[in-house]
């Protein structure tokens, strides 16, 4: 009973979204002829043969990569107002967009270049009626040291930031490795949410140390706390959102983890749905909200739960949160 345009108009907040994973193929082979990056591919076709993974790092052996095309704060500004130009066209209402710093400081772009030009896009946004704030993620493969590094920057725009989290390669990078930082930004006033990837092999333990060490609030992917009865206990009594993406978590997982997904809405769960890196896996929000209606005929109420969940536990005004609950 739920159709693409059901799933396409209704009222949605984005919360698991890379903005590097935005990058369409169009866009990376416009900003490598601008920038004169030599990316080794010229045509659309040839980019997207090179989107083979079927693994975390695998994934980001090509996504990280590809980000060399970003060079000047214009290039940040085009990327995130195409994005959110589409994120429009869904019915985003609200988005909070991650971005990796490490992933430009470390090439030599300025950390006021990347932040400058996604901030102006979040501002012009206005105008598309979306609401948009940005989350910084630190690179959990890279060090303590360096994560410190990235949060004194970031402190300078402290007030273009909503939150950080995590990201990158999970595998032997666990939340409690950047503890100083996450504590250091919740005095600073920002929220805080990490990555705990499906494939993990750490995946619960990881869990365990982000909810009960940590204080994190939100989960991103974070769906095999269904193995562990007393966290998701945990989650559903302190409203913890958990952001999975069945399209991220196809290119992994043959059922998208949409058995875990409705395990958790049984739960009252605050699961909600989202795109993780749209340009790479095949869909933006709308399309993911259908893949997982689609494979597991989950009914409209259901889908509304979900969406609902997306504005509830997303770091909006109590105010404007009332008005899509
Ligand atoms: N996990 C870890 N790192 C990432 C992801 C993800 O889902 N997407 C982009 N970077
Ligand atoms: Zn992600």
């Known amino acids: 009973e739920v159709s693409p345009e059901f799933t396409k108009g209704l009222p949605k907040a984005e919360l698991h979204l ?4 935005t990058l369409e193929p169009d866009l990376k082979l416009k900003l490598a002829k601008r920038n004169h990056v030599d990316i080794g591919q010229t045509t659309i076709e040839e980019v997207q043969k090179t989107y083979q993974y079927d693994d975390l790092a695998s994934f980001l052996a090509v996504y990280y990569p590809a980000m060399n095309v970003l ?6 500004y085009d990327l995130a107002f195409a994005y959110l130009q589409r994120a429009a066209a869904n019915h985003v209402r609200h988005v909070e967009i991650f971005f990796d710093p490490q992933a430009h400081t470390s090439r030599g772009i300025p950390f006021a270049t990347v932040i400058n030009g996604l901030h102006r896009a979040v501002v012009d946004a ?10 910084m993620c630190f690179l959990r493969d890279f060090s303590k040291e360096s994560a410190r590094k990235t949060l004194l920057q970031a402190m300078a725009y402290k007030d273009k930031i909503i939150g950080v989290g995590l990201d990158s390669d999970e595998h032997n990078n666990p939340p409690l490795k950047f503890a100083r930082q996450f504590e250091d930004a919740a005095a600073a006033g920002l929220h805080l949410t990490t990555h705990c990837d499906i494939d993990q092999k750490d995946s619960i333990e990881h869990i365990r140390q982000a909810l009960e060490m940590m204080d994190v609030e939100r989960l991103d992917h974070g769906t095999n706390i269904v193995e562990d009865p007393d966290l998701v206990d945990f989650v559903a009594k302190k409203k913890i959102g958990l952001t999975s993406c069945p399209l991220s978590n196809s290119f992994v997982s043959p059922e998208m983890k949409g058995k875990e997904v409705l395990a958790l809405l049984a739960k009252n769960v605050k699961v909600s749905i989202h795109s993780d890196d749209p340009a790479y896996f095949g869909g933006y929000i709308s399309d993911n909200y259908y893949a997982i ?6 009914t409209k109420d259901q889908i509304v739960t979900l969406a609902k969940n997306s504005f509830e536990t997303s770091w909006i ?5 009332a008005l899509y609950l």
């Open 18 to 21: 890379h903005i590097e994973g």
């Open 293 to 298: 209606a689609n494979k597991f005929n989950l």
């Open 71 to 76: 060079q000047h704060e214009q290039d940040f």
């Open 317 to 321: 005004s109590d105010e404007k949160k």
């Open 126 to 135: 206005r105008a598309l009626n979306v609401d948009a704030a940005l989350i």
